[in-house]
């Protein structure tokens, strides 16, 4: 089972390569503000996560209750991490790190 560190881990993977492309701005300040360029939602392979939760529940509202809130319970930290990581000039230091000199 993926945690949410290692979901975090992958969507700053995917954002640096969206700020190194020119799909989102470098300038990023929080999570939220990718949401003006991107879904940001779709960081880290979560809709695969939700998918995946989703066809694993059974087929009941509770079932399907239970298996959004696993969800949450994963990618909600996980975003919560990008978005410190990004406050604290993380997505610009790594960008500064990969730049050619």
């Known amino acids: ?3 949410s ?13 969206d700020a190194k492309g020119g799909v989102i701005p470098e ?3 929080t999570f939220a503000d990718l949401h003006k360029y991107v879904d940001a939602n779709c960081y880290g392979g979560t809709e695969k996560l939700l998918e995946d939760a ?3 529940a059974p087929d009941t509202e509770e079932g399907h209750t239970q298996a959004w ?5 994963l990618v909600n ?3 919560d991490e990008v978005d410190a990581w990004i406050r ?9 790190e990969k730049s050619p000199q």
């Open 88 to 96: 604290a000039g993380g997505l610009a230091a790594a960008l500064a």
């Open 5 to 17: 560190s290692e979901i975090a881990e992958q969507m700053k993977q995917e954002i640096l390569e």
């Open 27 to 29: 300038t990023i300040m």
């Open 69 to 73: 809130n696993r969800f949450c319970g």
């Open 54 to 56: 989703h066809d694993a």
């Open 77 to 79: 930290p996980a975003t």
């Open 1 to 3: 089972m993926v945690t």
